[in-house]
């Protein structure tokens, strides 16, 4: 399969036809992936990510986070972002047309490169191309790179891997002129700011050299030796990218905490796995978890990759000669390797197996089955025979995978859907269920929620999320007390977790363990200070133990982290209102209006302010609002009552009582404040009969009796 340079080329319209041809099928395989949310690692990358929210700060854009986030250590996976933050904010559908973009335009470069490669005559090499990057952009093994918007760190990477080779096979064309050859380099130093597994780009790019332009490695280099030195600098960036990244946060590299070579072992089954999915694409797996293989347990796959390996190594070793299918087929299975190198080699703690590896890896093994295929079934690419029985084969190929890849689409609709397949087919993913769990409880199904994080528990005892959130789904079924020592548990597991010791907090409250949820709180407050919500429940915690001062102190640190947090200004007013500071509660309750609390306690609680300092018009008018608000709300209706009792309107006093009644019949104090309102009008007999029901309820109260005992005789 050595190139011709003098063969013709095709028909410029039949090139732009394949084209629209490879285009539409990317359209039609994944049109319905637009409509999916953000996912697993899109959550931290990509809404949860400062660093995109201002393009024109390039500085910032071009530095995303360190740790052990997708974008880490990638700039220009982070500017890929930041461009479509900057065009449509947070709005998955931006994010998932610029994936399909990209995977679109990298399946138009490997038809490029193939119909270059395979130059045998025009039609022939127009077709195979096509077959190959038509099946390669279809197959629902790149669902995961094209669909799961974070994992563009993939296919963005595999553009600039396929750009950086179809530039040289340009480059390396007889009479070519043009930028070529730094289009090439700028392609590959890209690429390496994009992801990792562009480091063996270089060496692909040589052996294509070597295999189907010049003959030998010595020639190839001798020949363009400034363009591989150009070419080399993508390591010196690359090298400097992951040093400035620390090992991906730890994520990545033999002393990370993973079992080095227990995950060597693991990657034998791995690629055997993929491989299988290259035939037969299901099921397919968002997350295959952290589990390592058994020693022993994975002799045969060792056996069958190694066969692979020297296989390739034996093709790789014939000089390319007079039998170049053999040259062409160490190619593709070193190009196939080269790309499965760097996460086989160098352990990854958050993923020992992940389909969007293949996004590239796919290429050579699609390029082998369907050119090696056709060559067999016809004895020579040229025949009658070959096409006759190739192209349908491939048409048909194509076409079934796309309706595979688009029902793969629909599990990634929503969370629950894609963790509920994921879960299915890894029931031992202690993570899968945790996801399955956050899925659930986000969908409002706690129970179910519960009972998939006891699952993943069961499967890691000591998963410190699936523990922690295994608490809120309790606390969000009401079951309050059961989630306190889930959240014990949690902290003991990771004592430094601040979250932790504030979900306990939120539980000790809310069932009345004042003491405990102060300290629960305080404890959380030193682990993670400079958290608003922190402060403001503390202050809650405070507030009901009686501690007004220090309640006071806990909100105004609050307020300090977070001036516009309407509950903490809230608080405070209701706190400086138990002190007897009405005066510096009301213009804290207007402040919390205006930022937006809702609900009818802000009018109450204005109102009892205006109330004190004697505005009772503008009282009554809160008061009002509050009813408004929450037609239910006796003590409203009584306190305006008692306001408008004060000012002489006594009708109206009665009214609001009596509504006050209706919501509370039950209360004594309701009945005697409706008989002293109706014995200052003078209506003694009416009062005398709220006066009595009062007593019926509280027999003993004295107070009661007294303005019984005031009231005029009867006539």
Known sequence: MTPVPDTPRPPRAAILLAGATIVAAAVAAYHGSFGGPFIFDDLPSIPDNPTIRR??????????????????????????????????GTNPWGYHALNLLIHALAGLTLFGIARRTLRLDPSTSLWLGLAIALIWTVHPLQTESVTYVIQRAESLMGLFYLLTLYCFIRYSEPGSRGPWPWLSVGACLLGAATKEVMVSAPVIVLLYDRTFVSGSFR???????????????????????????????????????MDPFGYWLTQFPAITHYLRLVFWPAPLVLDYGTSLVPAGAAWPQVAVVSMLALGTLWLLARRPGPEPGRAAAGFALAWFFAILLPTSVVPVVTQVQAEHRMYLALAPVVALLVAGGTAFLGRGFGSARARWIAIPACLAAAAALAVATSRRNEDYRSPLSLWQSTASQGPGNARAQYNLGLALASAEHPDEAIAAYREALRLLPGYTEARNNLGIALTQAGRWPEAIPEYEEAARLDPASGRTRYNLGNALLHIGRLDEAIAAFEEARRLSPGNPSIEYNLGLALTKAARAPEAAAAYRRALALKPDFPDALYGLGRTLAAMGDWAGALPLYEDAARRGLAGSGVPYNRAQALLQLGRVAEAEASYAEALALRPDFPEAESELAFALSREGRIPEAVAHYAAAIRLQPDDPRLHNDLGCTLAQAGRFDEARREFEAALRLAPDDPATRANLARLPAPH
């Open 55 to 88: 393009l024109g700060d390039l500085g910032a854009v071009l530095s995303p986070p360190p740790g052990g986030y997708t974008v880490s250590g990638r700039p220009v996976l982070n500017l890929s972002l930041a461009i479509n933050y900057a065009l449509g």
């Open 219 to 257: 020639e190839g280099f001798m020949r363009r030796r400034p363009y591989y030195a150009a070419l080399s600098l993508s390591w010196v960036l690359l090298g400097w990218l992951v040093l400035a990244s620390g090992s991906r946060g730890t994520t990545a590299g033999v002393n990370v905490g």
